[in-house]
T-cell receptor, first 112, second 111 residues
Framework: DAGVIQSPRHEVTEMGQEVTLRCKPI?????LFWYRQTMMRGLELLIY????????DSGMPEDRFSAKMPNASFSTLKIQPSEPRDSAVYFC??????????FGNGTRLTVT | TQLLEQSPQFLSIQEGENLTVYCNSS?????LQWYRQEPGEGPVLLVT?????EVKKLKRLTFQFGDARKDSSLHITAAQPGDTGLYLC???????????FGKGTRLSVIA
C-alpha cells in the first residue's frame, strides 16, 4: 500500500486566496483525521471522520475552514479566505478503529 | 492548556549517551502512544502502551507507562545519530476518542 497520500506537498498563496488540501487515506481504513502542526501549538486535531461522516469538528479554528469526505478514498480541507496565521503543516491520517494512526507526509502551507 | 506536557522540549547529546524524555498529564489515558517524526515526514508510530506500569522495549528504546496511566517516559540507551528526530507522545482518553498529542521533544544526536 502506498500509505496516506497528501497533495500538494507545498502550497504558497496570498492572503485572501482559497486553499484546498487533498488526502487519500489507506484503502480500508474507516477513520480519517486532519491535524495542523505548528512550533507554537504542536499537532492539533482539526476534524475527524468515521465512514465518511464528520464526527467532531470542534478543532476547526473558524468558519473559514471546512472539510469534506465525499467517499472513502478522498477528503479535502479548504480554507477560504486564507490568512497568514493559517501557515502551518497540515497532516492527514487514517486508521482502523482501535489501531494506530498512519500519517501522510503533510502539506506545508505558507500564506503571505 | 496542553493536555500532554513533554519535557524537555529540546535535547542535544553526543553519540553513545543515554537519555530520557517525559510525557506528563493530569488526566488518565486508556492508552498512550509514542511517535517519531523526521523532517518533511509525518509521525510514525513507535509503540503503544495500555496497562499501568507497562514497560516495552524496542531495541535501544524503553517505554514505560505510569502506574496511574497519567504519564510515560521514553529512555534511549547509547543514542545514535539515526535517533535524531521529534518524539511525540499521544494519548487516547478512551477507545473511540481521537488522540491528543504533546508538543514533542526535539532530539539531536551528534556524532
Amino acid at each position: 500500500d502506498a500509505g496516506v497520500i497528501q497533495s500538494p506537498r507545498h502550497e504558497v498563496t496570498e492572503m485572501g486566496q482559497e486553499v484546498t488540501l487533498r488526502c487519500k487515506p489507506i484503502s480500508g481504513h474507516d477513520y480519517l483525521f486532519w491535524y495542523r502542526q505548528t512550533m507554537m501549538r504542536g499537532l492539533e486535531l482539526l476534524i475527524y471522520f468515521n465512514n465518511n461522516v464528520p464526527i467532531d469538528d470542534s478543532g476547526m479554528p473558524e468558519d473559514r475552514f471546512s472539510a469534506k469526505m465525499p467517499n472513502a478514498s478522498f477528503s479535502t480541507l479548504k480554507i477560504q479566505p486564507s490568512e497568514p496565521r493559517d501557515s502551518a503543516v497540515y497532516f492527514c491520517a487514517s486508521s482502523l478503529y482501535g489501531s494506530p494512526l498512519h500519517f501522510g507526509n503533510g502539506t506545508r502551507l505558507t500564506v503571505t | 492548556t496542553q493536555l500532554l506536557e513533554q519535557s524537555p522540549q529540546f535535547l542535544s547529546i553526543q553519540e553513545g549517551e543515554n537519555l530520557t524524555v517525559y510525557c506528563n498529564s493530569s488526566s488518565v489515558f486508556s492508552s498512550l502512544q509514542w511517535y517519531r517524526q523526521e523532517p518533511g515526514e509525518g509521525p510514525v508510530l513507535l509503540v503503544t502502551v495500555v496497562t499501568g506500569g507497562e514497560v516495552k522495549k524496542l531495541k535501544r528504546l524503553t517505554f514505560q507507562f505510569g502506574d496511574a496511566r497519567k504519564d510515560s517516559s521514553l529512555h534511549i540507551t547509547a543514542a545514535q545519530p539515526g535517533d535524531t528526530g521529534l518524539y511525540l507522545c499521544a494519548g487516547a482518553r478512551s477507545g473511540n476518542t481521537p488522540l491528543v498529542f504533546g508538543k514533542g521533544t526535539r532530539l539531536s544526536v551528534i556524532a
